[in-house]
């Protein structure tokens, strides 16, 4: 069973046309400067370390890597032509492929972090979560505790189901309209299935709810505990 449709690479002709922002789901300026100004105003600062994880065509990753110190950006994600993609297409043009050094990027499915061989001092998943099922997402936190130090924290959105709601009913969200699936992309959770993903890890939760999404996604809070 397919999980997602990221599996699916990019040809050369649709990266010619510049198809990559919308196979991330489109609205490139508004999502990448809303993930861009949530992290900034939740602490970021130019000297941290900070790791996006399904960083895609760096629709986010374009106002991180021109903010943060040379080197400071690290970006993973499971589709190689969309990171390729947003390299030649974003990052080159906009003059900051220097500020990104090719091994600070990753093409890889499993959460495997610890190639970057660093730590982070923040992390963030904007739409990813509500792609994957919830044995990755765990398996995304299990790794990603064993590459930030305590007190760090991850960001990441999902489409939340309300505690009291059938989970196994489709959902459709305001605004936006997208209708999201217990068992299919696009997933929706509770906020305490995440906290279940958690289990004995050491992270905690909180659920900071609406954060000016376009499509509704909430977003997830979550400190790495000592
Ligand atoms: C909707 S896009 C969002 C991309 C980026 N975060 C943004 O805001 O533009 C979802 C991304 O998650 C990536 N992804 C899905 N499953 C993944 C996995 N298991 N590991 C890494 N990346 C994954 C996809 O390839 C895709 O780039």
């Known amino acids: 069973m397919k999980i997602n449709d990221?599996?699916?690479?990019?040809?050369p002709e649709e990266i010619e046309r510049g198809e990559h922002r919308d196979f991330v789901g489109g609205m490139w300026d508004e999502i990448g400067r809303l993930q861009f100004d949530?992290?900034?105003?939740?602490?970021?600062?130019?000297?941290?370390?900070?790791?996006?994880?399904?960083c895609g065509s760096f629709r986010g990753g374009i106002h991180f890597v021109r903010y943060l110190k040379s080197g400071n950006y690290f970006g993973i994600d499971g589709n190689h032509s969309l990171i390729a993609s947003g390299y030649e297409k974003e990052m080159i043009p906009s003059g900051l492929a220097e500020k990104l050094p090719p091994e600070n990027l990753l093409v890889d499915a499993d959460f495997a972090f610890s190639r970057f061989a660093t730590t982070f001092h923040a992390a963030l998943a904007v739409s990813v979560f509500t792609h994957l099922p919830l044995n990755h997402i765990r398996l995304c936190l299990i790794n990603l505790s064993k590459c930030m130090a305590p007190g760090a924290r991850f960001f990441a959105t999902i489409f939340q189901c309300p505690e009291g709601r059938p989970v196994e009913d489709p959902?459709?969200?305001?605004?936006?309209?997208?209708?999201?699936f217990s068992a299919r992309d696009p997933y929706h959770y509770r906020v305490s299935d995440m906290a279940r993903c958690t289990g004995d890890l050491p992270w905690t939760l909180q659920a900071i709810g609406d954060w000016g999404h376009p499509r509704a996604q909430r977003m997830i809070r979550f400190v790495r505990t000592s």
């Open 6 to 11: 990221y599996h699916r690479e990019l040809n």
């Open 38 to 54: 949530f992290m900034v105003a939740r602490g970021l600062k130019r000297d941290m370390r900070l790791l996006d994880i399904g």
């Open 171 to 180: 959902l459709t969200h305001t605004p936006g309209g997208i209708t999201t």
